[in-house]
Every structure is written in C-alpha cells, then in structure tokens.
Nanobody, 130 residues
C-alpha cells in the first residue's frame, strides 16, 4: 500500500514563492511517476505538474506542467529520499487551492490526467493573499 503525505502548504502573499513536498511511503519509489494536482473551492481538480520515472537510457525524468503554472512552477523528485517537491514561484491568488500529490505506475511519458494516478495524498492547503 502506497502512502503519500504532503507538507509545506501555508498562507503566502502574492508574488512570493513556496515549496510543497510529498513523501512516498512504500517500496520502489523510482518505479512510480508522480504528479501534483490542485482543487480550489467550487472548481474541478486541475492538473499542475507531473514527473516521469527516470529513463533507463537517458537517466533523466520528463516533466510536464499545466498551462496555468508553466514557467512559474517546477517539479522535482529525489529517488533517495523518496520525495517529490513542487517549487511554486510568482504565486497569485488564483493559485489558492488544496494541492494533492499522486502516484502512478505508468511508465513512459509523464502522465497528465488523474485517471493514470492510483494513489493520492490527503492534500495540503496553499493560500495566496493579494
């Protein structure tokens, strides 16, 4: 059973940066693609970012981003610490949401839809004030 625990969410001012983290408790973290989604009150869950497993030949991971965060957010993974982080820069009130970490067994390109993700954390609240 995979257990995901998010941390780092808090209240910040518009324009500030924030880093949220997800810890993965289960064997074989390196075989999972990881993602971040968010859900604001009254809105549908939205894809934020994902990162693939490390390629066996390229030795690098592929990352993908939602249009609303592209250029501002960066996802990274640490296969030693079993964590995946989301660095969020230039935050705006529109980024206010609960941020969820998710894990997928999909191998290949980084998945971008929630259907590919099997395991989900409880979420961490990020609030951006204007």
């Amino acid at each position: 059973q995979v257990r995901l625990t998010e941390s780092g969410g808090r209240l910040v001012q518009a324009g500030e940066s924030l880093r949220v983290s997800c810890s993965f408790a289960a064997p074989n973290f390196n075989t999972y693609a990881m993602g971040w989604f968010r859900q604001a009150p009254g809105k549908e869950r939205e894809f934020v970012a994902s990162i693939s497993t490390i390629g066996r030949i390229t030795n690098i991971s592929e990352s993908k981003y939602g249009d609303s965060v592209k250029g501002r957010f960066n996802i990274s993974r640490d296969n030693v610490k079993n964590t995946v982080d989301l660095q969020m820069n230039s935050l705006t009130p529109e980024d206010t949401a609960i941020y969820y970490c998710a894990a997928s067994l999909y191998y290949g390109t980084a998945p971008v839809t929630s259907d590919y993700f099997l395991y989900w954390g409880q979420g961490t609240q990020v609030t951006v004030s204007s």
